[in-house]
C-alpha cells in the first residue's frame, strides 16, 4: 500500500489541465447496454473506479479496447444480466447497470452496494421508479432481483429527494419503454446532461435536460454511441481551491466554469480574484506582493446542483482553516461527510462538529502543520492533499487508494504546478 508525501509550504503557479468526469463517466459506460454494438467514450479518464466499471462490463460480456483517454466497448454480445458482490462492494455506481439490463432484457440481477464511509445512500428511489414502470423487484440475499414480463410501461416518477443515480438508471430504463415517461423533481447535475446528450445521439427522445422535470418518449431501439465525457468539476473546483490554499496562482484548463457557479462564487467571498472563459478559469490574489494577504471567512451549506456541491465541501474546509475568521459549514446531503475533520486536527485546524454542522477557526495563514494522516474517503483525502499543500513541514497521507478512485495523475499534475509531492511505500 502506498502514502502520498507533502513537503508543504509552497506556492503552486501555473497551468493543470481537467480531466473527464468520473461521475459521467460510470452512467455513460453502464448506457453502451442499452444498444448492441461499439460505442466510443471519449475524454474517459483512467481512474481506480472507471478501471473497476470496466470488469464490470467486461464480466457481463462486453468487450474492451482502450486507446489513450478513448474507450470502445463491444455490447454486442452480453452472456449475463448479473451484476455480482464481488464487483459492486467495491463502488457504488455499479448499480447503474440495473435500469439498461432491465430496458434491453426485460430482468436483471445486481447485488446491493451496502454501506458507504460517507452515508448510507439507498437505493430505494431505483426500485420505486422502475415498480413505477411495471418491474417487478425482489430484494433476497443481498440481491435486487428485477425482472418485466413484457415492455416496460412509461409512467410519471416523483423523486421526494433528487438523487443523481436514481435518475440516471431510471432515465436509461425509461428510453426503452412503451409510451412517455416523466422524472419530477429529478437531479439537474451537469452528468445527467452528460448522460442525455449520449442518450439523444443513441436515437432517444428526452426534453428538459437541465431541468428538474424529464419527459422520456420511449422509442423501440437505440444504436451505439459515440460521444464525449464532460470535464470533471469536482476535480476543477479541487484544483483552484489547492491554489488558493498555497497562496500561488494558476490557471486550470480543459473545464466548463459554468458547471461550479456556487463554488466560484464563495471564491470571490474569500478575497480570490477570478477569470473565466469558456474553459478556463484563473485563480489568485489580488496582490500576489502582500505577505499580510487575508484569506476571508465564508459559510457553506452543501446542496442538490446548482447548490454548493457535497463533494468540495472538505475540500473548502482545509482552505477556511487558514482563514481569518469563523465559519460554518452545513452539510445537507450526507450524514457522514464530516470523517476528514479528525485528520485536519492532527494538521493544527480547529474545527468544532454539532450534528450536521461544523464551525471552522480560522487559524490564519500559517495555522497548518505537517502531520502524518489517514484518508477516510475520496474527497476527504483530497482535503488532507490541500491542508499539506498549505501546511509548514512534512504530511504524509496514507491510504491514497481512495485519491486514485477519483483524481487522475494527481501527483504529476501538483509536481507541474510547483508542488514537492510524491509517493512511498508504507
Known amino acids: 500500500m502506498e502514502k502520498l508525501i507533502i513537503e508543504g509550504g509552497r506556492p503552486l503557479y501555473g497551468e493543470v489541465r481537467i480531466s473527464g468526469a468520473k461521475n459521467a463517466a460510470l452512467p455513460l459506460m453502464a448506457a453502451t447496454l442499452l444498444a448492441p454494438g461499439k460505442h466510443i467514450l471519449r475524454n474517459m479518464p483512467d481512474l481506480r473506479d472507471t478501471r473497476t466499471f470496466v470488469r464490470l462490463m467486461e464480466n457481463l460480456g462486453v468487450k474492451s479496447e482502450r486507446t489513450g483517454d478513448v474507450l470502445l466497448l463491444d455490447t454486442t454480445n452480453l452472456l449475463h444480466t448479473e451484476a455480482p458482490y464481488e464487483l459492486v462492494k467495491t463502488m457504488r455506481a455499479s448499480v ?181 472563459t469558456e474553459t478556463t478559469v484563473s485563480v489568485g490574489w489580488f496582490d500576489q506582493e502582500d505577505k499580510q494577504r487575508v484569506i476571508e471567512s465564508v459559510d457553506i451549506k452543501t446542496m442538490p446542483y446548482p447548490g454548493y456541491p457535497t463533494d468540495l465541501q472538505a475540500q473548502f474546509m482545509a482552505l477556511m482553516a487558514l482563514s481569518s475568521d469563523t465559519c460554518v459549514v452545513n452539510e445537507t446531503i450526507f450524514e457522514n461527510r464530516f470523517m476528514h475533520v479528525a485528520e485536519l486536527h492532527r494538521m493544527g485546524a480547529k474545527i468544532r462538529i454539532d450534528g450536521h454542522f461544523a464551525v471552522v477557526t480560522g487559524q490564519g495563514l500559517d495555522g497548518l502543520n505537517g502531520a502524518p494522516v489517514m484518508a477516510t474517503d475520496l474527497r476527504a483525502s483530497s482535503s488532507l492533499v490541500i491542508a499539506g499543500l498549505a501546511a509548514s513541514g512534512r504530511s504524509e497521507i496514507s491510504r491514497i487508494y481512495h485519491l486514485e478512485r477519483g483524481y487522475e495523475n494527481l501527483v504529476d499534475k501538483l509536481t507541474r504546478l510547483g508542488a514537492k509531492v510524491w509517493k512511498e511505500q508504507e
Open 96 to 276: 447503474l447497470v440495473l435500469g439498461p439490463l432491465l430496458a434491453r432484457f426485460g430482468k436483471a440481477k445486481v447485488s446491493l452496494p451496502g454501506g458507504c464511509a460517507i452515508g448510507a445512500r439507498p437505493i430505494n428511489f431505483h426500485i420505486m421508479g422502475l415498480e413505477r414502470l411495471g418491474v417487478t423487484c425482489k430484494l433476497e440475499g443481498g440481491y435486487v432481483d428485477a425482472s418485466i414480463d413484457g415492455p416496460m410501461l412509461g409512467n410519471v416518477i416523483y423523486f421526494d429527494i433528487p438523487s443523481v443515480t436514481g435518475t440516471e438508471n431510471l432515465l436509461m430504463a425509461a428510453v426503452l419503454a412503451e409510451g412517455t415517461t416523466v422524472l419530477k423533481n429529478a437531479a439537474r447535475e451537469p452528468e445527467i446532461g452528460n448522460l442525455v446528450d449520449m442518450l439523444t445521439g443513441m436515437g432517444a427522445r428526452i426534453e428538459g435536460k437541465d431541468t428538474d422535470k424529464l419527459t422520456i418518449h420511449g422509442v423501440s431501439r437505440l444504436i451505439p454511441a459515440d460521444c464525449s465525457i464532460i470535464p470533471d468539476r469536482i476535480e476543477t473546483g479541487t484544483y483552484l481551491i489547492a491554489i488558493a490554499a498555497s497562496g500561488g496562482a494558476g490557471t486550470v484548463t480543459n473545464c466548463n466554469p459554468s458547471h461550479l457557479p456556487s463554488l466560484l462564487e464563495k471564491l470571490r467571498g474569500v478575497g480570490l480574484k477570478i477569470t473565466e
